[in-house]
Nanobody
Framework: QVQLVESGGGLVQAGGSLRLSCVAS?????MGWFRQAPGKEREFVGA????????LYADSVKGRFTISRDNAKNTVYLQMNSLKPEDTASYYC?????????????????????WGQGTQVTVSS
């Protein structure tokens, strides 16, 4: 069982930046970020394969967020720039136990085996 621990959330003004980190206790393959705002369903934000050669983003964050990883540190990052109030949510890190590069395998939350506890991001207007 792999444990995931997120950090880096907080309160920021619109237009600001935050970097989320997620440390895994063991080897992972695809890693992704999802978010859930109050009263809304959990949604995909971004994902990255183990090699880092493939990344995917939700249209709502494309061009503003960047996902990266450091396998030596078992860590995935989410750099969030030009934040908007609608980015306010709890952000969750997720990881898969197997490799799969199909888009659906990377963007569907049910494809992920491990989840972190979440970190809150609040963007004020």
């Amino acid at each position: 069982q792999v444990q995931l621990v997120e950090s880096g959330g907080g309160l920021v003004q619109a237009g600001g930046s935050l970097r989320l980190s997620c440390v895994a206790s063991g080897r992972t393959y695809n890693m992704g970020w999802f978010r859930q705002a109050p009263g809304k369903e959990r949604e995909f934000v971004g994902a990255i394969t183990r090699s880092g050669l493939r990344t995917l983003y939700a249209d709502s964050v494309k061009g503003r967020f960047t996902i990266s990883r450091d396998n030596a540190k078992n860590t995935v990052y989410l750099q969030m720039n030009s934040l908007k109030p609608e980015d306010t949510a709890s952000y969750y890190c997720a990881a898969t136990a197997t490799t799969a590069t199909a888009t659906t395998s990377m963007t569907r939350d049910r494809e992920y085996d491990y989840w972190g506890q979440g970190t809150q991001v609040t963007v004020s207007s």
